[in-house]
């Protein structure tokens, strides 16, 4: 009788572990899920990242879905994507936002160099640097939130076209402003001291 009552104590104490240890293991998932799902309405919610990575968010979302309804033997690998998704997704967002910055800086840019005709050629080629230079750092920034954000080589991959193409139209960009500044100087030489003597044209 005594062996037969440790057995059946020994049962209830390994059914109470086993109703333990999956309610243990839920809650871990729902504060997975929740903490992820937090993540992507702080990105839904930010002003600046109206409609950017669109294609980013979707993913992140069908990977927190999945998070959710992935079994207890399954849940660390689909947090795993989740969670390189979520970062994927806010990555992509912050160098839309910056490609936008940078294409309204171009804009602003571009109107101070037709105004500077009628303006102090110095100071429009001193505000066109400071421009430039505030563009070099917003995106700097942005390489530097890049790499702090991506160490996974695959996930790097996912921003990297985006990235150069900042990098080219900002060689553009600089490429076009020296022109400008090339013309102003030309422009300031004729109202000082005439216009320059033409070089002669080869028969």
Request: charged share 35%; aromatic share 2%; net charge neutral.
């Amino acid at each position: 009788m005594r062996i037969s009552t440790d057995i059946r104590c020994l049962a209830i104490g390994l059914l109470l572990a086993a109703s333990i240890v999956p309610a243990h293991a839920q809650s871990r998932t729902d504060a997975g899920v929740e903490a992820l799902g937090r993540k992507l309405v702080a990105l839904d919610a930010n002003p600046d990242y109206a409609n950017a990575a669109s294609f980013e968010r979707l993913q992140a979302r069908n990977a927190v879905d999945a998070l959710a309804n992935a079994r207890q033997s399954q849940y660390e690998a689909a947090y795993y994507v989740a969670d390189r998704r979520v970062q994927i997704a806010e990555a992509a967002a912050e160098t839309a936002a910056m490609q936008q910055q940078l294409r309204e800086l171009d804009r602003e840019r571009t109107e101070l160099l037709l105004e500077a005709s009628r303006r102090d050629a110095a100071a429009a080629r001193a505000e066109a640097e400071r421009l430039r230079i505030e563009a070099q750092v917003r995106a700097e920034e942005a390489e530097r939130l890049r790499m702090q954000s991506l160490s996974d080589a695959d996930a790097m991959a996912d921003v990297e076209t985006a990235l150069k193409d900042v990098a080219g139209a900002q060689a553009a960009r600089l490429k076009a402003a020296r022109a400008r500044e090339a013309e102003l100087a030309r422009q300031e030489a004729e109202l000082m001291g005439g216009k320059p003597d033409e070089k002669p044209k080869k028969k």
